[in-house]
T-cell receptor, first 110, second 111 residues
Framework: DAKTTQPTSMDCAEGRAANLPCNHSTISGNEYVYWYRQIHSQGPQYIIHGLKNNETNEMASLIITEDRKSSTLILPHATLRDTAVYYCIVRVITGNQFYFGTGTSLTVIP | KAGVTQTPRYLIKTRGQQVTLSCSPISGHRSVSWYQQTPGQGLQFLFEYFSETQRNKGNFPGRFSGRQFSNSRSEMNVSTLELGDSALYLC??????????FGPGTRLTVL
């Protein structure tokens, strides 16, 4: 069962940072936070994941609060191609089941 | 490395028929998971195979089954198709229990 809560939709101006929040208040110490995105009818694309510390890669940054009950995915300079549904998922370290919630539909506006 | 591939990409069947979908994982990946995506239920986990054994299973009826071969390629089968089985079926692979990489999916339409 999905253990995350995300806003249904968000807009972001092209070139600006997109900040996508996720609440996972029941997360356990052995659960990762993962972010994927899905562009219409394609397979979900992996973005980033983390356990406790903030993480950054070429696509995005992941900020996890100290109590680990929420996180924020940051796309530093949103482009039109970033328009997609973004899923925040918690996954047990030793398990391989990903439970997807409803995600956030991000629209990047020119 | 080549990504996860799924065949066929599109499929049309009629109620009562059965269907087999195929997934080839990324080279070196031993775990293959299957998901069903529908507008009403979203993305739902079907099952996971690792080293030819089903390791995890979601809450789907027995009409949904799968298997994995020694080369890690996987197939899923749906018997006695129902209209509600129309969906995008996604396959994802991972090395062990780590980041999953998804294929493009198979769009199944049941008439």
């Amino acid at each position: 069962d999905a253990k995350t809560t995300q806003p249904t939709s968000m807009d972001c101006a092209e070139g600006r940072a997109a900040n996508l929040p996720c609440n996972h208040s029941t997360i356990s110490g052995n659960e990762y936070v993962y972010w994927y995105r899905q562009i219409h009818s394609q397979g979900p694309q992996y973005i980033i994941h983390g356990l406790k510390n903030n993480e950054t890669n070429e696509m995005a940054s992941l900020i996890i609060t100290e109590d680990r009950k929420s996180s924020t995915l940051i796309l530093p300079h949103a482009t039109l191609r970033d328009t997609a549904v973004y899923y925040c998922i918690v996954r047990v370290i030793t398990g391989n089941q990903f439970y997807f919630g409803t995600g956030t539909s991000l629209t990047v506006i020119p | 490395k080549a990504g996860v591939t799924q065949t066929p990409r599109y499929l049309i069947k009629t109620r009562g028929q059965q269907v087999t979908l195929s997934c080839s994982p990324i080279s070196g990946h031993r775990s293959v998971s299957w998901y069903q995506q529908t507008p009403g239920q979203g993305l739902q986990f079907l099952f996971e195979y690792f080293s030819e054994t089903q390791r995890n299973k979601g809450n789907f009826p027995g009409r949904f089954s799968g298997r994995q071969f020694s080369n890690s390629r996987s197939e899923m089968n749906v018997s006695t198709l129902e209209l509600g089985d129309s969906a995008l079926y996604l396959c994802a692979s991972s090395v062990l229990t780590d980041t999953q990489y998804f294929g493009p999916g198979t769009r199944l339409t049941v008439l």
